[in-house]
Each structure stands twice: as structure tokens, then as C-alpha cells.
């Protein structure tokens, strides 16, 4: 079975730069969770699909972070304009459904350096 | 508030000495804890749950609710088991919806 994909796995950009990531999740999981996890944290929840619907964004900055999941299977997370405090490793995960409690299955992650 | 410490960032023991990584959360509800596990240049996945009351790899984890615990051990670490370890809470988020809080983690470095 193929697990979560992400790319790019690296990127470099300056300050007030546009950024996209993509995930692929596991062929048949219906909820995908965008996290961003800065050097020395765990990773926090950005946003949650259902489907292509979102579940939660709570903690998603809105005024420069946008994320879709247009056909309820790829995702993509976007920057704009990103800040140095957005240098972090940015994670796709999946699960089958959305139960409390299921295993999240993840990606390799993007590696972003705002300089 | 939800929360979840793992107070060490470091812990380094020699191989064949039992391994105990720390993790205290609070939660007001039912709590449900993870550990996940990332070996170097691999993927954040899955070790124990508690709700399986299983031993994965040699490593289990009891709850503790009267310690708000959930501390990881096992009794004779070996080489593979160096990486990070994460401690995480399905605690609920917006609208009700179950999500995981994690801890920052800690560094398990087992010495040969």
C-alpha cells in the first residue's frame, strides 16, 4: 500500500513569497489533516478534511494560509505571503475516517525556510 | 485547557537499561493518549495506543489518570528503539471535532 506523499520535500523562498504544497492521501482515506510543526514542537493541527469539506480550521492563519481539497482526495496548502515564522516542516496526514482515536497516517513532510 | 508535556527533550540511556519517557496531559473529559514514534529519515507513525492496552516493540504505556500520566517504557532498551517520540491527546477542537494535541517530544539516544 502506497502511503501519504507530499511535495515539494524542500523549499526555500524569501519573505512575502507565494509557497503551495501538495499531499496525496492514501488511496481511500477520507479525512486528511494539514500540521505545521516548528524546530523543537510537536505538530499543530492547521486544517482537517472531511471528504472536500473542512472540518476545522480554528487554527489555520486565514489572513495568508489557504488550503483546498477540490475532489476530496489531493490537497494543497498554500502561503501567501509567508513570514519567517513560517520556516517549519509542514505534515500531510490521513486516516480512513474521522474517528477519535484512529491512526493517522503521514507524510514525509515539506521542509519550508522563509529567509 | 488541553495540553500535553513531555518534560525531557533528551533522554540518553545504554542499551540493555529499561527506558521510561515521560508524558503528562490535561484534559477535563475521557482522555484517549498515543505515542508516535519517527525513526531518523522516516515518517512520523503510530506506536501504542491506549485503548489497545498492547505492547508494541517491547514498549508499553499505562494511563494514569490520577497522575494525568502516560509514560512510556520499556525495560531493556536496544539500538533501534534511538528516535523521537511523541506523546499526543484526541482532545475536541472546533464544532466538537476530536483532535490531536501533541507534546513537543523527546530524543530517546540509546548508547551502545
Known amino acids: 500500500e502506497a502511503g501519504v506523499a507530499q511535495s515539494p520535500r524542500y523549499k526555500i523562498i524569501e519573505k512575502r513569497q507565494s509557497v503551495a504544497f501538495w499531499c496525496n492521501p492514501i488511496s481511500g482515506h477520507a479525512t486528511l489533516y494539514w500540521y505545521q510543526q516548528i524546530l523543537g514542537q510537536g505538530p499543530k493541527l492547521l486544517i482537517q478534511?472531511?471528504?472536500?469539506?473542512?472540518?476545522?480550521d480554528s487554527q489555520l492563519p486565514k489572513d495568508r494560509f489557504s488550503a483546498e481539497r477540490l475532489k476530496g482526495v489531493d490537497s494543497t496548502l498554500k502561503i501567501q505571503p509567508a513570514k519567517l515564522e513560517d520556516s517549519a516542516v509542514y505534515l500531510c496526514?490521513?486516516?480512513?475516517?474521522?474517528?477519535?482515536?484512529?491512526?493517522?497516517?503521514f507524510g514525509p513532510g515539506t521542509r519550508l525556510t522563509v529567509l | 485547557a488541553q495540553r500535553v508535556t513531555q518534560p525531557e527533550k533528551l533522554l540518553s540511556v545504554f542499551k540493555g537499561a529499561p527506558v521510561e519517557l515521560k508524558c503528562n496531559y490535561s484534559?477535563?473529559?475521557?482522555?484517549?493518549l498515543f505515542w508516535y514514534v519517527q525513526y531518523s529519515r522516516q515518517r512520523l507513525q503510530l506506536l501504542l495506543r491506549?485503548?489497545?492496552?498492547?505492547s508494541i516493540k517491547g514498549f508499553t504505556a499505562d494511563l494514569n489518570k490520577g497522575e494525568t500520566s502516560f509514560h512510556l517504557k520499556k525495560p531493556f532498551a536496544q539500538e533501534e528503539d534511538s528516535a523521537m517520540y511523541y506523546c499526543?491527546?484526541?482532545?475536541?477542537?472546533?464544532?466538537?471535532?476530536?483532535?490531536?494535541?501533541w507534546g513537543a517530544g523527546t530524543k530517546l539516544i540509546i548508547k551502545p
Open positions: 484534559y477535563s473529559g475521557s482522555p484517549e
Open positions: 478534511f472531511q471528504n472536500n469539506g473542512v472540518v476545522d
Open positions: 496526514a490521513s486516516s480512513l475516517v474521522r474517528l477519535r482515536g484512529i491512526e493517522q497516517f
Open positions: 491506549h485503548i489497545s492496552r498492547e
Open positions: 499526543a491527546l484526541s482532545g475536541q477542537g472546533m464544532d466538537s471535532n476530536y483532535q490531536l494535541i
